[in-house]
């Protein structure tokens, strides 16, 4: 049993770290794609300072995000081969898509964009960067796809094409596809603020700093309805009828949590930022900036809530009403379970301290970092 919970434990830490890298992706790659294509078509030939920043910030979250994902993956292939069973055959073929399809296609167009930066007009780099967020929301299909499997699950032994489509053309599917692509939009609108609110406060008149701020309070506001409609809609979609599972009572206070965080930044970005930052008051109010400033700090933990509150409302099932969390478990024995433990927490911890230096290193220099004396 005390396997099982180290296991487990393993399982969320590794997945977790992975995952506020992965939001952070899929929040950042529309927006530079858009503003991107806006530039040029406005005549532009190179990227505008808010677009350069916002690059940096994605290219060292990606490279980092790429390391938390090969830690989970490492963990995943030591403490989850339990004996095999046709039930995997359709994750196993989503992840394979996921890796093969969009992993791959998305780091060779990042490669690409990366070394065309300085040479290729702007027009082609927003074409660029329009294949690589494709890919990123791509990666999140497969994903969440293979999730609503496991909640899910679908009688077929195989992902054939028309299997493939049954399990995304469904509630259990749609909805949290739906509520992570808003929730990942809140959290790159976040950085936008918070980085914008950085930028006044070394120069409180930058016109950069304050259009972050403009374009991180507005997708906030237009995210936040499909959030939380799909948020609503994803407790009725997301597990059959009828099939028994041991929810903790304290779940529900995590979830209480998330609903009253996301209510709370609709309401704020439509009836107190929104039109503060559409009179300008905003960029003069010391306290409402310095807010800004720490905003990044309120959707990640949320991000982390939901996730957990997900996995953990379908316990004690790997694949509900099919396989089991402790069948899915490796036999490894009590004594390879700890030092794997060790092994991981070291990982996870050094990976956290590697994207604290990247992101520093990244951001060296730049006027949202380098505070006024
Ligand atoms: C507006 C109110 C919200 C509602 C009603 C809501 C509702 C839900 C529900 C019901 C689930 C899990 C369903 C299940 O058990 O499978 C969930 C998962 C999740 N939520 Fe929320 N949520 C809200 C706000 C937020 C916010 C503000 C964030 C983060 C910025 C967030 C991020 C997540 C994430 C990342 C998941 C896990 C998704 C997955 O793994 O499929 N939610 N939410």
Not at 223 to 232: D, E, I, N, R, T
Not at 280 to 286: D, E, P, Q, W, Y
């Amino acid at each position: 049993m005390a396997e099982l919970t180290i296991a487990r434990l393993l399982f969320a830490t590794t997945a977790s770290v992975h995952y506020l890298f992965v939001a952070t992706t899929l929040g950042l790659t529309p927006i530079i794609a858009v503003l991107s294509t806006l530039s040029a078509l406005r005549g532009r030939r190179q990227p505008t300072p808010i677009i350069d920043l916002l690059a940096r910030i994605y290219v060292a979250n990606y490279g980092i995000g790429i390391v938390a994902g090969l830690v989970m993956e490492l963990q995943m292939a030591m403490l989850w081969t339990g004996p095999g069973t046709d039930e995997y055959g359709p994750i196993a073929g989503l992840l394979a898509l996921e890796t093969v399809v969009a992993f791959f296609l998305e780091s060779t167009l990042l490669g690409v964009w990366l070394a065309g930066r300085k040479i290729i007009p702007l027009w082609l780099q927003s074409a660029v960067f329009w294949g690589i967020t494709i890919t990123a929301y791509a990666s999140m299909i497969f994903i969440v796809t293979a999730n609503s499997y496991l909640h899910d699950p679908i009688p077929t032994p195989q992902l054939t094409p028309a299997a493939f489509w049954a399990l995304v053309d469904r509630p259990a599917t749609v909805w949290p596809l739906i509520h992570i692509a808003a929730s990942s939009l809140i959290i790159g609108a976040f950085w936008c603020a918070t980085f914008g609110a950085n930028w006044l406060r070394t120069d409180p008149l930058s016109v950069p700093g304050r259009r972050l701020i403009r374009i991180g309070v507005g997708i906030a506001a237009l995210a936040s309805p499909p959030l939380a409609v799909a948020g609503f809609a994803q407790f009725d979609a997301a597990r059959p009828e009828g099939v028994p599972t041991d929810e903790p009572d304290w779940l529900h206070a995590l979830a209480s949590v998330m609903i009253l965080t996301g209510m709370a930044i609709w309401l704020l970005t439509w009836f107190v930022l929104g039109p503060l930052t559409l009179n300008g008051a905003i960029f003069r109010g010391k306290r409402w900036l310095a807010l800004l400033r720490i905003g990044l700090w309120v959707p990640m933990p949320i991000l982390l809530i939901g996730w957990i509150y997900r996995e953990l409302s379908r316990q004690p099932w790997f694949i509900v009403g099919r396989v089991t969390v402790q069948e899915a478990a490796s036999p490894i024995g009590t004594p390879a379970m700890l030092t794997l433990a060790a092994v991981f927490a070291v990982l996870s911890a050094v990976t956290l301290a590697v994207a604290w230096l990247v992101f520093r290193r990244v951001l060296r220099g730049h006027p949202t970092t380098v505070v006024a004396s």
